[in-house]
């Protein structure tokens, strides 16, 4: 490959403005998502969702945790077919593409590697543009994926809760590509609480759809951990979490049944803990920025408690509450390719030697 193509990446092939057949041409964008253990495939048409797939690896349920050397593999092995299979069910040719987003990160590097070649592979085949997106961008943008026209998307501004298994982040949303955190974790993350507390009870992993089913039964009362005492909009859960272990740690002493016992109550107990903190920030953020619309982003928003705490207090603020599909929470490929719609048409394409990257921020 020549400088020139390096330096020019896809763009050479990129459909132009001033051309009258290229702007009648559908805009159709196809996002792929490897972040971490989900490997997904979505086409987006004229900002329309056509299709969405995801193939999940249940292989990291026997560890406790994702095993990054077994997520890429079996990215390997899913990434054709989940690519063909969003194709079809769109209904659309590969040689119709208009252009292909990839998350180039945060996430696992050898699994982001498996997406950011097979978009540079692909690119180069049909002679379209791709299109480079920060994972974190993409859950925040999961609000603007719409299935049909008639879809509401938040007005900007708006404050964007952007909860996950690796971030906490508050983050006013200006435009599409205007994003400021307010907040964020100093430590671990809202997920991180969720799952390692989860694992310490003993159940699988992940641990916190297994916290959300068992709170809707318990008393979320019973126990009372510590709370962290942060200034301004960060979050810290690294106080929580041991707070949580001390509080087994006491009570199995006294009783080796104690977390069979109180199960459903230590799982009510800590969501609300978590929940209190988040929704604590928030309400900060809100009075700080004046914003009359807020969101939810990223894995945790699918947790039950969040979403009716979150609702609920924008309903008291007299404030819009975007509260997304359990469908856009989790790692998905419809908020990678509706993050790249934006920056397509606004010609922000990638090179073809940039390299997938670990961590960043929003």
Do not use: W
Request: charged share 25%; with cysteine; aromatic share 6%.
């Amino acid at each position: 490959m020549t400088k020139e193509e390096k330096d020019k990446g896809a763009e050479a092939s990129a459909p132009d403005k001033n051309n009258s057949t290229a702007q009648r041409k559908p805009v159709a964008i196809l996002g792929i998502e490897s972040s971490c253990d989900d490997t997904s495939a979505a086409v987006i048409v004229d900002g329309i969702l056509r299709s969405n797939v995801i193939a999940s690896q249940s292989v990291h349920e026997e560890y406790g945790g994702v095993v990054p050397e077994l997520a890429s593999r079996a990215h390997q092995q899913n990434i054709v077919p989940v690519v063909d299979a969003a194709l079809k069910r769109a209904g659309i040719r590969k040689e119709d593409l208009s252009g292909i987003a990839f998350t180039r990160g945060p996430g696992l590097l050898g699994s982001l590697l498996v997406g950011t070649s097979f978009a540079k592979g692909l690119s180069l085949g049909l002679r379209i543009p791709i299109i480079d997106v920060n994972h974190l961008h993409g859950h925040v943008l999961a609000h603007f994926v719409r299935e049909s026209p008639d879809d509401v998307v938040p007005n900007f501004p708006f404050l964007c809760l952007l909860i996950s298994g690796g971030n906490s982040q508050l983050v006013l949303v200006r435009a599409y590509n205007d994003m400021e955190i307010l907040g964020q974790t100093i430590d671990d993350a809202a997920g991180e609480a969720f799952d390692k507390c989860a694992k310490v009870m003993g159940l699988p992993y992940p641990g916190g759809p297994h916290i959300d089913r068992l709170a809707a039964e318990g008393n979320p009362d019973a126990f009372h951990f510590s709370k962290p005492h942060i200034p301004g909009l960060d979050y810290s859960f690294s106080g929580l979490k041991t707070s949580f272990l001390y509080t087994l740690r006491d009570n199995l002493r006294r009783d080796p049944e104690f977390i069979e016992k109180n199960r459903a109550d230590l799982a009510a107990s800590l969501q609300k803990t978590i929940i209190d903190i988040l929704i604590d920030k928030l309400s900060k953020a809100v009075d700080q920025t004046g914003v009359k619309t807020v969101a939810i982003g990223g894995g945790v928003s699918a947790n039950s408690g969040v979403r009716a705490a979150v609702a609920d207090f924008c309903e008291r603020r007299g404030i819009t509450a975007f509260i997304p599909k359990r469908s856009f929470t989790t790692d998905n490929a419809a908020m990678i390719a509706i993050a790249g719609y934006y920056k397509f048409l606004d010609k922000q394409f990638c090179r073809y030697d940039e390299t997938p990257f670990a961590r960043v921020t929003v």
